[in-house]
């Protein structure tokens, strides 16, 4: 029976020792894994090298050195100058994308890898670099199953939260930018509340705690609200669209009034104006989703 030690685990490279390109490294080392690093500049790693990996002279080198390449740059600008020069390198390989960028790029980074005989996965990684390779991280990979579940049990190293999300490409970027979406917006609300707040001397810290609660209902609506989108269906017998735009309007008055920016409230206010227009009064929040498909109408 083969022994778990380290040098019966998977070698793996990283490229890109940025923040998360260590932590990435890191996570590997931390779970056994003979780690080979590069970075394009000169000055990056030295603790990863001191905690046993090996600093490859060139990324030809690197790649050479493990049958699984994993890539964390800065976008797929940056992937794409460093890895296309080494197809034939890669050629029957792994590469692991966990380069942030968009759904289509994912795609394209994917339809050059299978030219170049190159098998690839890609993926999002969804934490700070201090909670990878821990039992909480969440990464989400996508691409070949096959492919997927050949490097689960390494890839796992980098978070205990690691999904697959399927076969396309580019649905692991998909996921992540959905995150985003939702967890900018509401950023962007919770800033703003904390301004109008501030702005008659309430300080903010005295509305944290009703936030807090405001944002447990924001939980309670997910998956009733993912319902809705997926059926088509908003009934709004409790709380419809046409109220919902009035009270609006009432937050970015008051916010006019005190001299704050209130692009965000208006474009908030406008989504739901519109999803009014095109016959949603009646229904509840969940139809603004019609007016988000249709920016025109
Ligand atoms: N940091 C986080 O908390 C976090 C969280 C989730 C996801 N991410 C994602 O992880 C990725 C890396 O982020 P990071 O925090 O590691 O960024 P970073 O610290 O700014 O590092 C950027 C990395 O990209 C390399 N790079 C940039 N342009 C390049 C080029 N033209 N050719 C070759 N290499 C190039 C840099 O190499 P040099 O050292 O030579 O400049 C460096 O290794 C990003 O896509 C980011 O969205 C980061």
Not at 34 to 48: E, H, I, Q, Y
Request: glycine share 10%; aromatic share 6%.
């Amino acid at each position: 029976m083969p022994q778990d030690t380290p040098a019966s685990r998977t070698s793996v490279t990283v490229i890109g020792l940025g923040a998360m390109g260590q932590a990435l490294a890191g996570a590997f080392l931390n779970a056994g894994h003979p780690t080979t690093v590069w970075n394009r500049s000169a000055g990056k790693g030295d603790d990863l090298v001191a905690r046993g990996a090996v600093r490859a002279a060139s990324a030809a080198e690197a790649v050479r050195a493990s049958d699984l390449v994993v890539v964390c740059v800065v976008d797929y600008d940056a992937s794409r100058a460093i890895l296309e020069p080494l197809a034939a390198d890669l050629a029957g390989r792994t590469l692991v994308n966990l380069t942030s960028d968009t759904p289509e790029r994912a795609r394209e980074a994917a339809a050059w890898a299978a030219k170049a005989g190159v098998d690839y996965l890609d993926g999002a990684v969804m934490v700070p670099t201090t909670v990878v390779g821990t039992p909480d991280a969440l990464l989400f990979h996508s691409g070949p199953r096959a492919v997927y579940e050949r490097h689960e049990d390494t890839l796992r190293a980098l978070g205990g939260q690691s999904t697959y999300v399927g076969e396309d490409h580019g649905h692991a970027a998909l996921y992540d930018l959905s995150l985003l979406d939702y967890f900018w917006t509401s950023m962007a609300g919770l800033v703003h509340a904390y301004a109008l707040a501030t702005a008659d001397g309430v300080p903010a810290a005295a509305i944290a705690p009703f936030l807090k609660a405001n944002a447990g209902l924001v939980l309670s609506l997910v998956e009733e609200t993912a319902k809705g989108v997926d059926s088509g269906s908003y009934p709004g017998d409790q709380g419809n669209l046409a109220m919902e735009a009035a009270g609006i309007e009432h937050i970015a008055h008051a916010a006019e009034h005190r001299g704050l920016d209130t692009s965000v409230l208006r474009a908030v206010h406008a989504l739901a104006a519109r999803g009014v227009a095109l016959g949603h009064g009646a229904d509840s929040w969940t139809a603004t989703v019609e007016a988000a498909r249709k920016p025109g109408a």
